[in-house]
């Protein structure tokens, strides 16, 4: 039995590890769920915050508030450092992830009945990319708030290889295994070694034949979804009396999970008012004010998140906006969709590519691919990343669980 953890803290869910022999690695963090989605509500009316689905639930409820998700883009970012404003109140975003986290480890503890002290916390290959010293603040942010929640040993291991570590302990002969992790804001890729007997190792490092990320991941799904199907109707692309479009920023804000709040500032609310008045398809952007005056910005990305994962299930989905004034129902199929993230789907092949290269090692050698995170199941992705090694089996792991299942495995062995 370890006395150490494994913490995936990630852009959509969130879990927390514990390796025992015999028991499952997950520990149940909400409503009997080993998932806790990764979201903060401070509840101005009763000044208190929430966290989860019990977050999602009191904001969708219609209390006066800010709801935070994708806390887990900040780091590494110059927002770390903002705040946001809550009925006069400031909110600092460092101070939100401090809370999100210490709430994940109260609640992880309770679970498993002990404390605690020793952590292997997951992280991408790139929390930025290109850019290596944001990377590395990134992480030091991240461990900076895990000390501050009370952990004392701290270490990371990329989230791709933990998946290999939870997919390893499955397969009873060696494997050269392609891990493609799919996350809420990143995709994480590893190229590894793996079989039962390796696993007893503490070193992996050889066995770790390349390992490669770019900053892409579900809500970016979401968001171009969103810009190419559902903003239109609230008037995107619409012309003003210049002869020149609505500025795009505002639909891009509200597109963007971590942004959203960024169109609910009196400064923004203003601009919005003096494009009305010079825009021509006054419906649609009046669609668009009030939605603004609703703050209904995270039921809509919600709502389009809704719409990604029922296309990742299907040739077609209906969304049903009905929160919107007038209410509209779109009909959409998967080649829109599709269409839609083509682009970003490109530079996940490209990332591929490059790992494989950088290995030296030939399509034909990979013998499976094993697919992890949330946003794996987006069918055009799938599909492009198993035709670059076409005679490799495909392995569908715990979408929200390899990795942390991995990362207790991991802090067994590293604090033991």
């Known amino acids: 039995m370890s006395e150490a953890c494994g913490v995936d803290f990630g852009t959509s869910n969130s879990t927390m590890g514990w390796s025992r022999q015999g028991q499952p690695a997950l520990l149940t963090l909400e409503d009997g769920k080993q998932t806790l989605p990764s979201v903060v ?19 969708l409820s219609g209390y ?6 994708s806390l887990k883009s900040l780091l590494g970012s110059g927002m770390i450092d903002g705040q946001t404003e809550v009925g006069g109140r400031a909110l600092p975003f460092r101070a939100l992830l401090t809370q999100f986290i210490g709430e994940l480890k109260q609640r992880g503890e309770r679970a498993a009945g002990r404390r605690f002290d020793s952590v292997v916390l997951g992280r991408p290959v790139y929390f930025v990319d290109d850019n290596a010293a944001a990377d590395q603040l990134a992480q030091d942010t991240l461990e900076e708030i895990a000390r501050a929640v009370g952990f004392k040993e701290i270490a990371f ?30 995709s994480d890729f590893s190229l590894v070694r793996l079989s039962p007997q390796r696993a007893a190792l503490t070193e992996r490092r050889d066995d770790i034949l390349a390992t490669g990320g770019v ?17 239109p109707l609230l008037g995107l692309g619409s012309q003003l009396n210049s002869n020149s479009e609505v500025p795009s920023s505002y639909y891009f804000n509200l597109a963007t999970w971590h942004t959203i709040n960024q169109i609910y500032t009196r400064k923004a609310w203003q601009q919005l008012q003096d494009v009305y008045r010079e825009v021509r398809e006054r419906d649609k952007f009046a669609r668009l004010l009030d939605l603004v005056e609703q703050r209904a910005g995270h039921w809509l990305a919600l709502q389009v ?31 829109d969709f599709d269409s839609s993230i083509d682009h970003l789907v490109e530079t996940v092949e490209q990332t591929v590519t490059k790992l494989l290269a950088d290995a030296g090692v030939g399509a034909d050698k990979i013998d499976t691919v094993f697919f992890t995170g949330g946003s794996s199941g987006v069918h055009l992705l799938r599909h ?24 207790a495995l991991d802090a067994a062995r590293k604090f033991s």
């Open 64 to 69: 006066e508030g800010r709801l935070m998700r």
């Open 41 to 59: 509500f401070f509840n101005a009316d009763e000044n208190e915050f929430s966290y989860g689905r019990a977050a999602l639930s009191t904001y």
């Open 384 to 407: 492009r990343i198993a035709a670059l090694v076409p005679q490799a089996r495909q392995v569908e792991g715990d979408l929200f669980g390899s990795i942390g299942a991995g990362l």
């Open 305 to 335: 998140e809704s719409a990604k994962i029922g296309l990742s299930e299907a040739a077609s989905f209906t969304l049903e906006l009905d929160r919107l004034r007038p209410a509209a129902s779109l009909q959409l199929v998967r080649n």
């Open 157 to 186: 291991q990329y989230e791709p290889i933990a998946a290999a570590f939870d997919y390893e302990s499955t397969i009873d002969r060696e494997e050269l295994v392609l891990i493609a992790d799919i996350g809420g804001g990143t």
């Open 215 to 231: 900053h892409i991941g579900g809500t970016d799904f979401d968001k171009y979804l969103s810009l190419a199907n559902v903003m």
